[in-house]
């Protein structure tokens, strides 16, 4: 059992949570630049409107040159994967995998299954059908420096007009950073992709996290930890595998995060939710905030009320606060009432959820009990 923390954005965090079966602690460094997608995404063409002359001569820019088959021509060391699952491949230099919706980009050293293109693919199909979304994108200028930060900037002629997923395969090194995901890539160890421990875990993840950035705007991290942690959770479900993170939001005598659930009750206007977003780093709260509110806004919304939040959150300006943005993108996808309906939802809702969670995993662990982490609501 292992607890992903990944990082969104702005900062990364170097974490390690102290939890049932490991230690970790958090601290905060450095923070890679992000940019908000400003070139011609759908924030600022408008569905009407065609799209700008100028365009054409963008995406002429920013595409890699590509040969007879469509595939990147590059100065940097590629590779080709067999399918097979049982060969195992050593990686001996920086090099990157070309699919059709996605890069991989390898560092030397780590070992990975010549099945992994696969499994990408399938966990990339699977979001998207959960999710209600899509990995397409329109090109974009903006892309959160990796090549610099694990690459030594090589790859530059890789995936220039950012149309694919770039997912970066590292070795660990150990010193608490954690994977993480922007809009453009997903950064995992090789642990997450060869250790059978992992089970792949941390792709679904971080994949769900690049999934929603790709298509929508900056939402805050309570709604994206909680995106990413439900699409863990329901994909783990879907494939009869165990969802062992998922025990960190239910549990609370195992939870170390200074989760307060009576915030909700209390708070009609939802103020936890950006809260979060400022104290986040430390207090990790978000998580716990996110599945429960995901959680309840699939059930009482529909299944693509996350699409919707997406769409609706492109449609901001910069004069806008962030946290009157977040606010408004949520009650524009659902109603008015939202956080009312939530703290009505929670006490039964997430019980429910609890069980149910249990039931399930008794197939792994047959000792499991289901133990409430609900405080009461108010009478
Ligand atoms: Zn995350």
Request: glycine share 4%; aromatic share 12%.
């Amino acid at each position: 059992m292992k607890k992903k923390l990944c990082v969104l954005m702005t900062v990364l965090v170097m974490a390690n949570l102290n939890v049932a079966c490991r230690k970790e602690n958090v601290e905060i460094m450095s923070a890679p630049a992000y940019q908000v997608p400003s070139l011609y995404t759908r924030a600022t063409v408008s569905e009407d409107e065609p799209d700008p002359p100028r365009k054409k001569e963008e995406l002429r820019y920013l595409a890699s040159e590509t040969d007879a088959v469509g595939k990147t021509i590059s100065k940097w060391p590629s590779i080709s994967l067999s399918g097979d699952p049982d060969e195992v491949i050593e990686i001996k230099e920086d090099c990157f995998y070309e699919d059709e919706r996605f890069f991989l980009f390898f560092q030397k050293g780590v070992k990975i299954h010549g099945d992994l293109a696969g499994h990408i693919d399938r966990i990339m199909s699977e979001l998207e059908e959960l999710l209600h979304m899509s990995y397409e994108r329109d090109p974009v200028n903006s892309d959160i420096n990796w090549r610099f930060l694990y690459f030594d900037n090589a790859f530059s002629d890789v995936n220039r007009d950012l149309g694919k997923l770039n997912i970066l395969i590292l070795k660990n090194p150990h010193d608490g950073r954690v994977e993480w995901a922007g809009e453009n890539v997903a950064v995992l160890y090789e642990e997450d992709v060869f250790s059978p421990e992992y089970d792949l875990q941390a792709a679904y993840h971080e994949m769900a996290h690049a999934l929603q950035l790709r298509q929508s705007g900056p939402f805050g991290r309570v709604l994206a930890e909680g995106i990413a942690t439900y699409a863990e959770y329901k994909l783990a479900v879907l494939e009869n595998r165990p969802a062992w993170d998922t025990a960190f939001f239910i549990r609370d005598e195992r939870n170390p995060y200074p989760y307060d659930e009576t915030r909700i009750y209390a708070d009609p206007v939802g103020t936890y939710i950006y809260d979060t977003e400022v104290e986040s780093g430390h207090a990790n709260s978000e998580y716990q905030y996110g599945i429960r509110f995901v959680t309840f806004l699939v059930e009482t919304y529909g299944e693509d009320v996350i699409d919707r939040m997406c769409r609706i959150s492109l449609q901001f300006d910069y004069e806008e606060s962030r946290t009157d943005m977040i606010m408004r993108v949520i009650k524009d996808a659902t109603s008015d009432d939202v956080f009312e309906r939530f703290a009505k939802w929670l006490p039964e809702g997430w019980k429910k959820f609890g069980e149910e969670y249990v039931e399930y995993m008794r197939q792994f662990d047959p000792t499991l009990q289901y133990k409430t982490d609900s405080k009461q609501a108010p009478v």
